[in-house]
């Protein structure tokens, strides 16, 4: 029994309630979109959350990953991460280490925070093989199996699984080839492990028992993006398009036949102009299930600011449909993330996920109203208020303190504001 088996059977529990509340819509509406496998609430029955829904009308979401890597390891940076996330408004958080003691860190990170965690399990079992055998081609099934039961078990709310990675899809890589060659760790991982031992992903030959294992700790399934392109070069490619094929086949059997509760992944460097595409095509293979977009990246360039490269893209895929975006921090492509750059990938992706949620809901622009209200009457506490970052607001303008307490350093006597005010009354 599931929340998808709740409400298929026409059942509203306490979480479809929360959602509704939080935001502004009527419980029928979230058990419906429950049912139909276009909303999702990421569930455990190991942890206390903060209970979120994601999908077909609920307001954009946003995800920060954290994760020791193989050269830095330090399980206190990483609760303060994963804290310092929570604080900026992340609504999920993704564990996605590679390095140091997998399940402690995974532990220690769930027991700091409130959000939904997500993870990779077959990072664990890939990395655990390596470390045993000395490489990850001797990775067994069982370790992919053993590594979901467990990660599972510590609380964690939705799984990035790569079930996508086929042979089918591996041969359109070979046969075209990538200019990026592949960024996916997950992705990387499980096809020099097909191509060397000259198997099928068991993710996808054993689906079945992956979804038992799934449905039986209520964890959402997350269709891993293996192809994402790192290249806007080979954004859409066939590899890319050929496993959102397959996971939206996988994605439709693990909600009709297990009612899981599943989410489908997307790229990773996209062209602006291929943005809007890649949601409508996944949405509309995958039945409309939520949207998980991995950045996307615009541009290739952008190394240091890659947050707001993704900020252009995750804006015009939210616009267009996406409900979920994983931020990206400006140390993307570059080395580990620190608390400084998770803050700002945070809050840089929040800016995002609202541009998206004002062509997508327009009453969400109520709060832009407030601002250009508040803006035109010179109201500065009221400017605060309404802004998505108002310390930051803050702090900017008492930095540079003005003359005129009125106004701002940036015209000074003449500001514009000011001088219309004096003579006419223009607010509406
Ligand atoms: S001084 Fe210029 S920038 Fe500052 S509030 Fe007035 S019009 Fe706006």
Not at 197 to 206: F, I, M, T
Not at 349 to 363: F, N, Q, R
Request: hydrophobic fraction near 40%; include cysteine; charge should be negative.
């Amino acid at each position: 029994m599931t929340i998808v088996t709740d409400a298929k059977n026409g059942k509203i529990t306490e979480e479809m309630k929360i959602v509704a509340e939080v935001e502004g819509k009527e419980p029928e509406f979230i058990r419906r979109g429950i049912a139909a496998g276009k909303i999702v609430i990421p569930m455990t029955p190991y942890r206390d959350i903060k209970i979120c829904g994601m999908g077909e009308g609920l307001k954009t979401k946003v995800n920060a990953s954290i994760g020791a890597s193989s050269d830095i390891v330090d399980v206190d940076m990483e609760v303060k991460k994963a804290q310092a996330a929570e604080a900026a408004g992340a609504d999920t958080l993704m564990e996605l280490g590679t390095g140091g003691d997998f399940l402690g860190i995974r532990k220690a990170v769930c027991d700091a925070i409130s959000l939904p965690v997500g993870s990779v399990p077959l990072y664990q079992a890939f990395i655990s093989a390596a470390k045993r055998d000395g490489s990850i081609v001797h990775m067994t099934e069982d370790d992919l199996w053993s590594a979901t039961e467990e990660q599972a078990k510590l609380g964690t709310n939705f799984m990035a699984i790569h079930t996508g990675v086929n042979n089918i899809v591996l041969d359109r890589l070979k046969a075209h080839g990538r200019y990026g060659g592949l960024c996916s760790r997950g992705g990387a991982f499980m096809s020099t492990w097909m191509l060397h031992n000259e198997k099928e992903n068991p993710l996808y030959e054993d689906f079945d028992y992956l979804c038992e294992i799934l449905k039986e700790h209520e964890v959402t399934l997350s269709t891993g993006n293996g192809m994402r392109a790192g290249a806007i070069a080979d954004a859409t490619d066939r590899a890319q398009v050929q496993e959102l094929i397959i996971n939206s086949e996988c994605a439709q059997k693990a909600h009709d036949e297990y009612d899981l509760q599943v989410i489908v992944e997307g790229p990773g460097h996209v062209p602006l102009d291929q943005v809007e595409t890649n949601v409508k095509l996944m949405k509309a293979m995958s039945g409309g299930k939520p949207f998980y977009m991995l950045g996307p990246l615009v541009s290739d360039i952008g190394a240091g600011r890659d947050h707001i490269v993704t900020a252009i893209g995750a804006s015009a895929s939210a616009a267009a449909g996406c409900d979920f975006l994983c931020y990206v921090t400006p140390a993307e492509h570059l080395a580990l993330p620190n608390i400084e750059d998770v803050v700002e990938g945070v809050k840089t992706s929040k800016i995002a996920a609202h541009v998206g949620d004002t062509v997508k809901y327009p009453e969400t622009r109520e709060l832009d109203l407030a601002m250009g209200r508040a803006r035109a009457k010179l109201d500065w506490e009221a400017q605060y208020k309404v802004a998505l970052d108002p310390e930051l607001a803050r702090s900017v303008r008492d930095s540079r303190a003005p003359g005129d307490d009125d106004a701002c350093t940036m015209c000074g006597d003449f500001c514009a504001l000011k001088i219309v005010n004096a003579s006419y009354d223009l607010c509406k």
